[in-house]
């Protein structure tokens, strides 16, 4: 009993220390469609969907919040966003990024040592360059 008791308080330990280092955020852009959606993430996940709405929604799911800068921006051509690894700090911390963006917005990524997920795809899709030469 006294075994389930210590493993009970690790596992509550457990909880409470991912917690504190998780940190969610959430913005909200008032669009027009067409609009322009620029990414440029570094060793980060970016998830895209799409909605009928004229609000270009983003979520970061942070594990290690310190470990990153994150800035966004926006204007009458379309929102912005940059995220950068802090040295060392970062290297212990992930970002995944989540794009609710209209229909009809183009989108510009240039993303390094990332990972791209495209939900509910129903359209065709052109990829100009998707790995960098090893030059």
């Given at each position: 009993?006294?075994?389930?008791?210590?493993?009970?308080g690790?596992?509550?330990?457990?909880?409470?220390?991912?917690?504190?280092?998780q940190?969610?955020?959430r913005?909200?852009?008032?669009?027009?469609?067409?609009?322009?959606?620029?990414?440029h993430?570094?060793?980060?996940?970016?998830?895209?969907?799409?909605?009928?709405?004229?609000?270009?929604?983003?979520e970061?799911?942070?594990?290690?919040?310190s470990?990153?800068?994150?800035?966004?921006?926006?204007?009458?051509?379309?929102?912005?966003?940059?995220?950068?690894?802090?040295?060392?700090?970062?290297?212990?911390?992930?970002?995944?990024?989540?794009?609710?963006?209209?229909?009809?917005?183009?989108?510009?990524?240039?993303?390094?040592?990332?990972?791209?997920?495209?939900?509910?795809?129903?359209?065709?899709?052109?990829?100009?360059?998707?790995?960098?030469?090893?030059?």
């Amino acid at each position: 009993m006294q075994h389930l008791e210590n493993l009970w308080g690790i596992v509550n330990m457990v909880g409470k220390v991912r917690d504190i280092a998780q940190e969610t955020r959430r913005w909200s852009f008032n669009v027009s469609s067409p609009t322009t959606f620029y990414c440029h993430l570094e060793g980060a996940s970016l998830i895209i969907r799409h909605h009928n709405k004229p609000a270009l929604l983003l979520e970061t799911q942070v594990l290690v919040k310190s470990g990153w800068r994150i800035e966004t921006d926006d204007d009458d051509a379309g929102v912005y966003v940059v995220a950068r690894k802090l040295p060392f700090i970062g290297t212990m911390s992930q970002l995944t990024l989540i794009a609710t963006v209209p229909s009809q917005t183009n989108l510009i990524l240039k993303l390094e040592r990332c990972i791209l997920t495209i939900e509910n795809v129903a359209d065709t899709i052109r990829l100009a360059s998707v790995f960098a030469s090893s030059v």
